[in-house]
T-cell receptor
Framework: AQKITQTQPGMFVQEKEAVTLDCTYDTSDPSYGLFWYKQPSSGEMIFLIYQGSYDQQNATEGRYSLNFQKARKSANLVISASQLGDSAMYFCAMRELIKTGANSKLTFGKGITLSVRP | GAGVSQSPSNKVTEKGKDVELRCDPISGHTALYWYRQSLGQGLEFLIYFQGNSAPDKSGLPSDRFSAERTGGSVSTLTIQRTQQEDSAVYLC????????????FGAGSRLTVL
């Protein structure tokens, strides 16, 4: 079964506007971590933000915030005030902490392409 | 080093040849991961090393793939008798054993099998 689902087609946003990138996940593990990574055309994977399943508040890192809805098993990334440099692929990932361990592999979604228009 | 270092950055080989890809993790990072990314696709887990524990090899696609990690640091991913479907970017990542255990990725090794 697919654990991380990213089904949006290529996304477009106007510069300076906010955009939400969707991610849903599937796990029976009561303890898990959710990650978002950015991959620009240069290819490197850049860590953006982390949300633990027991964290009381939604994670925020600068212009990035994570809209974590545990009951719906969604972990959408919100980028505020989009910049041209935000154009990239964005990947959602999960680590199941009890089933596989706190240092085990991340399972990635297929990614979403975001294009920021000037 | 300051980041995860991978070599070669690009490798073109003929079908049937063996290739070795190298990863030098961040100093002090005890966990090391290999992923594969085919063109326009997500990341596919291959193998994970954690200290002296037995590696998690559950993602290796066939017995042509193997990896080792010497001295708890540098890792080598070996693909024997390469096939065209092995063409992909092979990404290495490392992490600390603390906090969210964020993976820091290298720039990848692009493998093209002709």
């Amino acid at each position: 079964a697919q654990k991380i689902t990213q089904t949006q087609p290529g996304m477009f946003v106007q510069e300076k506007e906010a955009v939400t990138l969707d991610c849903t996940y599937d796990t029976s593990d009561p303890s898990y971590g959710l990650f978002w990574y950015k991959q620009p055309s240069s290819g490197e994977m850049i860590f953006l933000i982390y949300q633990g399943s027991y964290d009381q508040q939604n994670a925020t890192e600068g212009r990035y915030s994570l809209n974590f809805q545990k009951a719906r098993k969604s972990a959408n990334l919100v980028i505020s005030a989009s910049q041209l440099g935000d154009s990239a692929m964005y990947f959602c990932a999960m680590r199941e902490l009890i089933k596989t361990g706190a240092n085990s592999k991340l399972t990635f979604g297929k990614g979403i392409t975001l294009s920021v228009r000037p | 080093g300051a980041g995860v270092s991978q070599s070669p950055s690009n490798k073109v080989t003929e079908k049937g040849k063996d290739v070795e890809l190298r990863c030098d993790p961040i100093s002090g990072h005890t966990a090391l991961y290999w992923y594969r990314q085919s063109l326009g696709q997500g990341l596919e887990f291959l193998i994970y090393f954690q200290g002296n524990s037995a590696p998690d090899k559950s993602g290796l696609p066939s017995d042509r793939f193997s990896a080792e990690r010497t001295g708890g640091s540098v890792s080598t991913l070996t693909i024997q008798r390469t096939q065209q479907e092995d063409s992909a970017v092979y990404l290495c990542a490392s992490s600390l054993l603390s906090g969210a255990n964020v993976l820091t990725f290298g720039a990848g090794s692009r493998l093209t099998v002709l």
